[in-house]
């Protein structure tokens, strides 16, 4: 099946600096992916849709200044959480799918961010 | 936008005997409706989806239904086993996904 990956897996920060990962489809293009935030116990929470070549779709009370996203290809889109804080920790996931009518998604193993 | 619910939270089995969880949603132009598994700590891993013309689907000892005129559907797992325990998410799609809240699976040996 279709392979995302993500990068890193887990980093640690200090406050106040900016993290960048990645989310690569490896054996697909993906005009779309999105990127998902996840607490402890909880569900995904959607942040926001990558659209290769265009602005990225952020929900309601995300911080598009705060979570950069950058589509610049078929195979990879950025989240960059930029001066993280402690509460921005969380679990980040993000998803891809191999086209418009095949709606199956596949996510990435996530990347575990803690700020101290 | 559309409102997932999913239902229960938690649920405990013994091996061997069957497990459902419900899911409602509230869009009607939802049209494709995963399940996913998440183990913890890992990715979420699509274990059975549906289209909104398919009333239901089955692989092995998995099976979902869709009733589209009452907005849920329902994920059935047969004979579990302890393998099975995890965190599974239910999911609807209009032009984007939207998760139920997660339901806590454990099977008891």
């Known amino acids: 099946g279709a392979v995302v990956s993500q990068h890193p897996s887990w980093v640690i920060c200090k406050s106040g600096t900016s993290v960048k990962i990645e989310c690569r489809s490896l054996?697909?293009?993906?005009?779309?992916m999105f990127w998902y935030r996840q607490f402890p116990k909880q569900s995904l929470m959607l942040m926001a849709t990558?659209?290769?070549?265009?602005?990225?779709?952020?929900e309601q009370g995300v911080e598009k200044d705060k979570f950069l996203i950058n589509h610049a290809s078929l195979t990879l889109s950025t989240l960059t959480v930029t001066s993280a804080h402690p509460e921005d920790s969380s679990f980040y996931i993000c998803?891809?799918?191999?086209?418009?009518?095949?709606?199956?998604?596949?996510f990435g193993p996530g990347t575990r961010l803690t700020v101290l | 936008g559309e409102n997932v619910e999913q239902h229960p939270s938690t649920l405990s089995v013994q091996e061997g005997d069957s497990a459902v969880i419900k899911c409602t949603y509230s869009?009607?132009?939802?049209?494709?409706f995963p399940w996913y598994k998440q183990e913890l700590g890992k990715r979420p891993q699509l274990i059975i989806d549906?289209?909104?013309?398919?009333g239901e689907k089955k692989d092995q000892r998995i099976a979902v239904t869709l009733n589209k005129t009452a907005k849920h559907f329902s994920l059935h797992i047969t004979e579990t086993q302890p393998e099975d325990s995890a965190v599974y998410f239910c999911?609807?799609?209009?032009?984007?996904?939207?998760f139920g809240t997660g339901t806590s699976l454990t099977v008891i040996p």
């Open positions: 998803s891809a799918g191999s086209g418009v009518i095949d709606y199956t998604q596949y």
């Open positions: 999911a609807a799609y209009t032009n984007q996904f939207y």
């Open positions: 549906i289209r909104s013309n398919v």
């Open positions: 054996d697909f293009q993906a005009t779309t």
């Open positions: 990558s659209n290769e070549g265009s602005k990225a779709t952020y």
């Open positions: 869009d009607s132009a939802s049209n494709y």
